[in-house]
């Protein structure tokens, strides 16, 4: 029904930046919250950052003054601007959305992953 694809991740070194892209598809009526998430090895998943249908946003601790999200609605994708990268960033990233599908039923959907590592 609906797909999320994130893309943008990689390699880069400690103090760099990356941009993270989350596209949505399929059979959508409206996004309502979208969120990053991460997981590092032998690590659960983490929350990142939120982003309402209204902008409103919210940030871990880790990660607050250096990351930023955005979204843009016409495009039904949301965005990670990571600057500042430190190792401890190292993860596989998720994209996170609550969607209403034509139809009206609302269900929760996760992306497959991209890969950032942070190393010199």
């Known amino acids: 029904q609906v797909q999320l694809v994130e893309s943008g991740g990689g390699l880069v070194q400690p103090g760099g930046s990356l941009r993270l892209s989350c596209a949505a598809s399929?059979?959508?009526?409206?996004?309502?919250?979208m969120g990053w998430y991460r997981q590092a090895p032998g690590k659960q998943r983490e929350f990142v950052a939120r982003i309402t249908s209204a902008r409103s946003t919210n940030y871990a601790d880790s990660v607050k003054g250096r990351f930023t999200i955005s979204r843009d609605n016409a495009k039904n994708t949301m965005y990670l601007q990571m600057n500042s990268l430190k190792p401890e960033d190292t993860a596989v990233y998720y994209c996170?959305?609550?969607?209403?599908?034509?139809?009206?039923?609302?269900?929760?959907?996760w992306g497959q992953g991209t890969q950032v590592t942070v190393s010199s």
């Open positions: 399929g059979s959508i009526f409206s996004i309502n919250a």
């Open positions: 996170n959305a609550y969607v209403t599908v034509v139809g009206g039923t609302i269900a929760d959907y």
